[in-house]
């Protein structure tokens, strides 16, 4: 392939420039310097390398673009604009302004063109290497000789932030692992931080790096101008046949301006005198603003056609598939539609009391294989745990390169290795690609180490599945350091995050069952190391409520409200208040989310004003108070010992349980009436 620049090609990377300076100056904030350096590629890569059909911004097979670098999207803003997304001048001028589809970092589900929420430094060059895993594992999946239905690659922008961040590294290592020929990344070489010239932290060689990473390593020296040496590098890229390929761009940050190659053009806007020099200097008017001229507007609206003319020849193609492929065609269209096979919660196991006691995350591990077969897009995984969060399902296929003869691209099971951060990550784009649901294993207290990943799966809207077993201090021996007192408060405070402990195998099927069917929530589902009883009271469709009573008893002192471990044992604590002459009912909440996303109706039925409630977790009590007016939990770290000795040091067995709920049903014998805290709530929320 050949490639000549020309005079338009010069005027638009300059219309790309002067637009950069004037989105951002115009907001008084955000970062000019990165966009101004990358126009030359992004230019590029819009004009003449990216397949993608603007009118129709989710087609299956269109190039992926990341920019990991995500506080430089006034540069991502323009080049979709120019592109003819759903996204005016006005928009531009709105730049980081209240409710505008132009916001500070880039956002999924909010702008169109958009593909993965950006922001925190690594997580979307991570984003793409799950973007590429999902290519492949399609590719592999329906593919057919003279149907290539999956053929995209995945671009993505990353700046020396995102080097420096452990996310990248780990997503990285896999990505060379895996062979992703399909994944381009393009590392914006300019030497500067906020802090300044990178010197002062950063001096390592990241092209060695990334050829220890298995990476195909490339060198663009002048990035500001030489497009030929660009276009060069781009093909040779496309043309690696076996690994992934960083291109390492040398670009001079704020090109063109009074400060260019300086920290200063990197978060601040650009002084009017510096456009204004800026603008003359690359043949613009200084007293015009926000100006495309009519020659590159027209260029680049060819550009689109060009991608929507090649999307219409790949509808032609995949309706000739349909004609010689009608099963997989139907497939196809059903996980674009997201909609999951009809019937196939008829999967989900389900209990009763004379079923034998069982761990929830062997209960965990029955669900997922009774789930997997009828679910073709769910691919599993775990972060080096498989025999411990048992997340893999007898008949599953290793997704790996087939060159390694340890599995195909067309298996379902991941091996994350020790990467829960990159592990996280690589799931928010495996859910973005479109095609897939990602579920994955670790210890629930190492879901922290995901921290970024799963905060960006809640903002994000992605369905991304985490299986975390060794849920409490019921893990045992492993003590403090694996112990999660604190994971549960924190996942419970993310918006649009649904954690699930259930307590027994029906609240087990009930927490997969919301989860395939939230969408746009991302899911925890937290399990026990231990063994549990199956409860008489349980099932799918009450569960599936959040909160359900379990033990009901209409003239109750007392209501105990629990989760997961610690729901049979205030099973046993209710035995022990019979004998003391205490009547109490049993409350499990197995999801505080999808609990308050019932009516108020139920919700005080299950939780109702009159006596005392009193909460019963082996975790932190912080965020109880929502739901019961005494707390019993556990508010400092815990201990190394078997599972029963540190419930007894906790008090939390059945013994401790009915003595505590003894002294508060006393105590508030003498205050009368008591309203549910779901009544109090309610009440203040008219008020305001």
Sequence with gaps: MSFNPTDLDTKSIATIRTLSADVVANAKSGHPGAPMGLAPLAHLLWSRVMTADPKDSRWINRDRFVLSNGHACALLYIMLHLMGYKLSMDDLKAFRQLDSLTPGHPEANHTDGVEVTTGPLGQGFANAVGLAMAQANAAAAFNKDGFELFNNRTYVFLGDGCMQEGVASEAASMAGHLGLKNLIAFYDDNHITIDGDTNCAFTEDVGKRFESYNWNVLTVKNGDEDLSALWDAIVKAQQEKERPTLVCVQTTIGFGSLNQGKASVHGAPLKEDDIAQLKTKFGFNPEEKFVVPHDVRDAYKSYADRG???????????????????????????????????????????????????????????????????????????????????????????????????????????????????????????????????????????????????????????????????????????????????????????????????????????????????????????????????????????????GYVLVENTDADITLVSTGSEVSICCDAVAKLAERGIKARIVSVPCFRVFDLQPYDYRI?????????????AYSTFGWGVYSHVHHGINTFGVSAPYQKAYEKFQLTDHDVADKAQKVVEYYKKLGQVPSPIAIQAALELQQ
């Design 308 to 546: 929507a003319a090649k999307h219409a020849e790949w509808l032609k193609l995949f309706e000739e598939y349909g004609k010689k492929y009608s099963k997989e065609y139907e497939e196809i269209n059903r996980r674009i539609a997201q909609k999951l096979p009809e019937g196939w919660e008829k999967a989900l196991p389900t209990y009763t009391p004379n079923d034998k006691p069982m761990a929830t995350r062997k209960l965990s591990e029955i669900a997922i294989t009774s789930i997997a077969a009828q679910l073709p897009e769910m691919l599993g995984g775990s972060a080096d745990l498989t025999g411990s969060n048992l997340t893999r399902w007898s008949d599953a296929t290793d997704f790996q390169n087939p060159t390694l003869e340890i599995g195909q691209y067309s298996g379902r099971y991941i091996r994350y290795g020790v990467r829960e951060h990159g592990m996280g990550a690589i799931m928010n784009g495996l859910h973005a690609y479109g095609m897939h649901i990602p579920t994955a294993g670790t210890f629930l207290n190492f879901v922290t180490y995901a921290w970024g990943a799963v905060r960006l799966s809640s903002l994000s809207q992605f369905q991304v599945i985490w299986v975390a077993t060794h849920d409490s201090i019921g893990l045992g021996e492993d003590g403090p350091t694996h112990q999660p007192i604190e994971t549960a408060a924190a996942l419970r405070a993310l918006p649009n995050m649904d954690f699930w402990r259930p307590a027994d195998g029906n609240e087990v099927s009930a927490a997969y069952k919301i989860a395939l069917e939230s969408r746009k929530t991302p899911s925890v589902i937290s399990l026990t190391r231990q063994n549990l009883p199956q409860l008489e009271g349980s099932s799918i469709e009450k569960a599936s409520r959040g």
């Design 605 to 617: 039925s299950v939780l109702p004003s009159g006596n005392p409630i009193m909460s019963v977790e």
